[in-house]
């Protein structure tokens, strides 16, 4: 059986745990897939946290997961359009 103060101390490490992985995927949000993962599992984890028990680090969690999974986003996107843009560049015009 658990009581009232376990309880409590799980969803706060699952709250701690969800923040981790939204400040790496803030961090790592210039990387095709590993901001976005890190941020996405955050936000699902800080929304598996408000539903236990309604806080405001909670609420910005999810806030800065959903940030960082937009930035991640975008970024990923105008990474793979240089990449295009590298590979069809042509360094020799005369021939």
């Not at 408000?50 to 806030?63: F, G, N, P």
Request: proline share 2%; charged share 10%.
């Amino acid at each position: 059986m658990i009581n009232k103060t376990t309880d409590t101390r799980q969803v706060k490490i699952l709250t701690y745990i969800a923040l981790a992985f939204v400040i790496v995927g803030v961090l790592f949000c210039w990387f095709p897939i590993l901001g976005i993962a890190h941020a996405i599992a955050g936000t699902i984890l800080a929304t598996l946290a408000y539903r236990l028990s309604a806080q405001r680090i909670h609420v910005y969690t999810i806030l800065v997961g959903i940030i960082a999974s937009i930035a991640s986003a975008i970024l990923t996107i105008i990474e793979l359009n240089d990449i295009e843009l590298v590979n069809s560049y042509n360094a020799t015009p005369w021939l």
